[in-house]
Every structure is written in structure tokens, then in C-alpha cells.
């Protein structure tokens, strides 16, 4: 016998934008869902579809859906949501414009090329304090065995 799944409430959540340097972020507030709970979909208009569905007892559901317009300088691609104490986090990191350069200083992650001159860099400083390293242990070597 199947159960007829009946949705006993509807809500809307509570929904708060933040604009930070690179990104934004969209805090949607799901007290009481988990992760497998919610659904996140975003279709070529830039719109975001938010939906979530849980049980409340057998067999009563509570449900609810949010749609948002993505901004325009709004990378895709790299929108990235996580869920910590009752709160979604939607990060959507803003495009670079091209007259601004990217940040490569301090611990900012480091794309595209910069990570392989990076990487290039380390292997470099690395090679080199090893040829250091092994002539200065030559030179004590040598001139060890040449006092004797």
C-alpha cells in the first residue's frame, strides 16, 4: 500500500544577501533540513532554484522554494553552496574585471597560470638550497680530509 504524502506546511525562508570585495553571498535560512534535504538548481536565465523537503511526522511533509536572480557579474561556474547550523550558504564569486588585476599576494588562492608559476617557483627555491646544501658539504668535506 503506498502512503499519499501530504505537505502540511509551506513556508518561505528567510533570505539575506551579502556583497563582499569578490563575491556575494546569499544566507537561506532552512532551520531543521540537511543536506540531503535540499535541492540547489541553476538554469542558463541566471536564475537560482532553492528547494527544500523534509518530514515533520508520518505522513506530513513541510516544504518550501525560492527562486533568485543570479547578478550579472557572477561567475557560474564557481557558485558554491554548504550548509552549517540551520543557515545555507550560497557563495557566487564576482568576475574580475579586466582592467583590475587579480590578487596574487598573501594566502589568496592562486588560478589558471599563477598556480603553475607557483608550483615552478617552489621547485626552483627547492633545487636551489639542495645545490647549497651540497656545496657547502663538499667544501667542509674536502677540507676535513685535506688537513689530514
Known amino acids: ?3 499519499k504524502r501530504s505537505y502540511d506546511e509551506e ?3 528567510l533570505c539575506r544577501w551579502g556583497k563582499e570585495e569578490h563575491q556575494y553571498i546569499l544566507e537561506v535560512h532552512v532551520q ?3 543536506k540531503d534535504q535540499l535541492k540547489i538548481l541553476f538554469n542558463t536565465s541566471g536564475v537560482l532554484k532553492i528547494t527544500g523537503k523534509r518530514p515533520i511526522y508520518d505522513p506530513k511533509f513541510i516544504r518550501f522554494q525560492k527562486t533568485v536572480n ?3 557579474d557572477c ?3 564557481d557558485i558554491h553552496a554548504r550548509i552549517s547550523g540551520g543557515i ?3 557563495t557566487m564569486p564576482r568576475k574580475i574585471p579586466k582592467d583590475q588585476p587579480a590578487i596574487t599576494t598573501g594566502t589568496a588562492a592562486l588560478n589558471g597560470r599563477g598556480r603553475n608559476t607557483a608550483r615552478r617557483l617552489g621547485v626552483a627555491i627547492g633545487v636551489a638550497v639542495a645545490v647549497a646544501v651540497g656545496g657547502y658539504l ?3 668535506f674536502r677540507r676535513c680530509f685535506q688537513l689530514l
Open 138 to 140: 663538499a667544501y667542509k
Open 1 to 3: 500500500m503506498e502512503t
Open 88 to 90: 545555507l550558504y550560497i
Open 11 to 13: 513556508f518561505e525562508p
Open 70 to 72: 543570479v547578478p550579472k
Open 75 to 77: 561567475r557560474t561556474m
Open 32 to 34: 531543521g533540513f540537511k
